[in-house]
C-alpha cells in the first residue's frame, strides 16, 4: 500500500470514500440530492488542506452540515466507512492523521449539532 502523499492521493481518497459513501443504506439518503460535482473538489480541498498543508480551503465543515439530521449511528458509520477506506489503500502517518481528523470532524459537528 502507499503513503498519502499528493493532491491526486487525497481525490482518489475522497472519491473512493464517496463511492462507499453513495452505496451505503444508512448514509446514502443523505447524499442523494447532492451535486457531487460542486461537492467532491471542495471536499479535496479540505482534505488536501488537512494532510498536505494545502491552502484554499475556507469553509466551516462542521457549519456546512448543520441542515442535516444526523445521529450517532450517522457519525458511527460515516468515520467506519471513512477509515475502512483509508485502511483499504494508503498506509503511513498521513493515513493515521487522516483518521484522527476524520473522527475530530465528527466530533465536532455532533457536538455543535447533535
Do not use: C
Request: net charge negative; charged share 25%.
Amino acid at each position: 500500500m502507499k503513503q498519502i502523499e499528493s493532491r491526486d492521493d487525497v481525490q482518489f481518497l475522497v472519491e473512493s470514500f464517496y463511492e462507499r459513501v453513495v452505496q451505503d443504506d444508512v448514509l446514502a439518503p443523505f447524499f442523494i440530492n447532492l451535486d457531487f460535482d460542486m461537492h467532491l473538489p471542495k471536499m479535496v480541498n479540505f482534505w488536501a488542506f488537512v494532510l498536505l498543508d494545502e491552502a484554499g480551503y475556507t469553509t466551516d465543515v462542521t457549519e456546512k452540515h448543520a441542515h442535516m439530521r444526523l445521529k450517532q449511528e450517522h457519525f458511527d458509520r460515516w468515520l467506519a466507512l471513512f477509515n475502512a477506506t483509508v485502511d483499504a489503500h494508503f498506509t503511513g502517518e498521513k493515513a493515521e492523521l487522516a483518521k484522527q481528523r476524520a473522527f475530530l470532524v465528527g466530533w465536532t459537528t455532533k457536538s455543535k449539532h447533535g
